[in-house]
């Protein structure tokens, strides 16, 4: 796949099919995540692969009770080591900490996908019971990644774009054309807005 298609095509897995996955594809996972961007080329992260079913059970009732990481034919537990950003950057340790995972977690995920696999991300768990069960001392926990072949996907679709973008100050959605002769674009942009507002109507009047 190219990269278009590894992004656009990436989604959260919401079932699991049984079939174990290789160290081989977990290694690949990881080595993408390790190639990441972090501050100062700190390299922070740190991960615990886990596959052993008692652990990912003991995970479940930390997570509010997410069955996905019991199904989950391996999860791995990203950690921030943030010892050395905070001898670099002090007070923002901790959020340089959380962006550097981020950017690791998110190569993880599309590397996944780009090796056939799914993966979801967790970030909602008890974190001293989380550092309890995996007998971590005092790197922060970040994330936990379920990975495994997807049976079932999140089919959410997107919102357009346009809804999202500013142009030099928050609110304003006027571009200038001189420095973006985009204008040959609006009309496809226009009618991407329309279908996608017919589309929630359409569906809010089903459900009613």
């Known amino acids: 796949m190219n990269i278009d298609e590894i992004i656009k095509g990436r989604r959260t897995v919401k079932k699991f099919f049984s079939r174990s996955v290789t160290f081989e594809k977990i290694l690949k996972i990881l080595d993408a995540a390790d190639h990441a961007p972090s501050t100062g080329n ?9 596959t052993d079913k008692k652990t990912k059970k003991s995970l479940v009732s930390i997570c509010d009770n997410q069955k996905l990481i019991e199904e989950s034919p391996v999860v791995i537990a990203v950690f921030s080591d943030n010892l050395k ?3 670099l950057f002090g007070d923002k340790a901790d959020f340089y900490g959380i962006q550097n ?19 979801t991300w967790i970030g909602k768990f008890n974190e001293e019971k989380l550092k309890e069960i995996l007998n971590v001392e005092f790197q922060d926990p970040q994330a936990l ?12 679709e997107r919102e357009p774009l346009n809804y999202k973008i500013f142009y030099e100050k928050w609110g304003n959605k006027i571009r200038d054309t001189n420095l973006w002769p985009v204008s ?11 279908e996608f507002i017919d589309r929630r109507i ?3 009047s089903n459900s009613k």
């Open 145 to 156: 990644v379920c990975i495994g072949y997807p049976e079932r996907t999140n089919k959410l």
């Open 42 to 50: 700190s390299q922070n992260w740190r991960f615990i692969i886990i």
């Open 184 to 194: 040959k674009y609006i009309p496809k942009v226009s009618n991407q807005v329309k």
């Open 101 to 119: 995972c981020a950017a690791a977690i998110q190569n993880m995920l599309l590397k996944a996908h780009d090796l056939g696999l799914g993966s």
């Open 202 to 204: 359409k569906r809010e």
């Open 85 to 87: 950003l905070k001898t």
